[in-house]
């Protein structure tokens, strides 16, 4: 027996050590040392086999990558939201039955009424694509307090609230106006003091114009010959609720465990009644920020992926194997890197949920 031990320990040793080198290489074949590259953390049954960046955080100054770069999160900004809301509930200051009239007067009546805070956290609102509404020869950016000018005149939606999903950066940016009109706070202000400080992620922040970010990565993407140009905003990427959040690896990993734990809200108890299965996905659901799977009634399997002008996202949470899989890109249109790395650890982890079939229909 004590053989047979040794040599399970041994076996245990080599493949700790050859994960970390296989991850390794893929990070370096994906991510050129000289161009924009990722930050890729892995965590496996509460370890970390991986906390690492390869690559540029900007191109100009030539500051490589590191576990500290702060990455535009996109739509994994999306979660963060969904937190603030919780947040407001838990202090009893609204409730998710509560529509849109209570906290937008103006609100077109036949839309605002029938619109709950649980369609616009699930999806499920209707609420029209306030990217439709903007004119193709518009140069300036959006903010979140005009898309809600752009949506309440709107007298129409998709489809029935509450009836189907269909992914919509218009609900995440009126729940940032909601946080506004009950907490009389900016939003930045709101989720810096409520949700930042106390995880301890110090360095996480939003996005406005002329603001400093720490430790910023700039955003990039390739043009058609495969050469790279700066593409740090979009007409679209100021816009708080659907994707401004900025935060590195360091500071994600506290937001992860804060969620395992239920420091701030448990999330998984509240995705028992706020999801919405998504049509054609049999064990795929959505809600508060995540999709996800269930296994006996439970939120099992957490994913998101985020993608804007210049940068890509993918995160995966496993809480009840202690796992977390987060790769953050300063390059548009680079998810493959997330495939890559899904492979080298498909062989030491089983992961069901469709990442790719749901990350489509965030585009």
């Not at 700039?218 to 140009?229: F, H, L």
Request: with cysteine; hydrophobic share 40%.
């Amino acid at each position: 027996m004590k053989i047979l031990a040794f040599w399970c320990c041994m076996l245990h040793t080599v493949l700790a050590q050859k994960l970390p080198a296989a991850l390794d290489s893929v990070m370096h074949r994906n991510f050129p040392a000289d161009q924009p590259g990722g930050a890729l953390l892995v965590v496996i049954d509460g370890k970390i086999v991986y906390n690492r960046g390869v690559g540029l955080a900007n191109l100009e100054t030539k500051t490589p990558l590191s576990p500290e770069t702060n990455f535009r999160m996109a739509s994994v900004s999306k979660q963060f939201t969904a937190m603030c809301i919780l947040l407001l509930e838990k202090q009893k200051k609204l409730s998710l039955e509560d529509n849109l009239l209570k906290f937008f007067p103006d609100f077109n009546p036949n839309v605002g009424k029938t619109i709950k805070l649980r369609h616009l956290l699930t999806h499920t609102s209707g609420i029209l694509d306030y990217e439709s509404l903007l004119s193709s020869s518009r140069k300036e950016q959006i903010f979140d307090a005009e898309v809600l000018t752009l949506l309440q005149s709107q007298d129409s939606t998709y489809f029935e609230p509450g009836s189907r999903f269909r992914y919509s950066n218009s609900a995440f940016c009126l729940l940032t106006q909601v946080v506004e009109r009950v907490t009389k706070k900016p939003y930045l202000a709101f989720i810096t003091e409520s949700l930042f400080k106390p995880l301890g992620m110090n360095q996480t922040t939003l996005y406005e114009p002329k603001r400093p970010i720490p430790n910023r990565a700039m955003g990039y993407a390739r043009n058609q010959d495969q050469t790279i140009r700066f593409s740090d905003q979009s007409v679209t990427s100021g816009t708080k609720g659907d994707g401004c959040v900025y935060t590195s690896l360091a500071d994600y990993k506290k937001w992860s465990d804060a969620l395992t734990t239920g420091q701030l809200v448990d999330v998984g108890e509240k995705l028992k009644t706020i999801h919405h299965q998504i049509e054609g996905q049999p064990n795929g659901f959505y809600g508060l920020g995540w999709f996800f799977t269930q296994t006996n009634g439970e939120a099992s399997e957490f994913f998101h992926s985020g993608s804007t002008c210049g940068f890509s996202n993918c995160v995966v949470r496993i809480p009840q194997k202690k796992t977390l899989i987060v790769l953050f890109s300063n390059l548009a249109d680079n998810h493959r890197p997330f495939a890559d790395v899904l492979n080298v650890l498909k062989a030491d982890m089983e992961i069901s949920i469709d990442v790719w079939a749901l990350h489509n229909l965030t585009n």
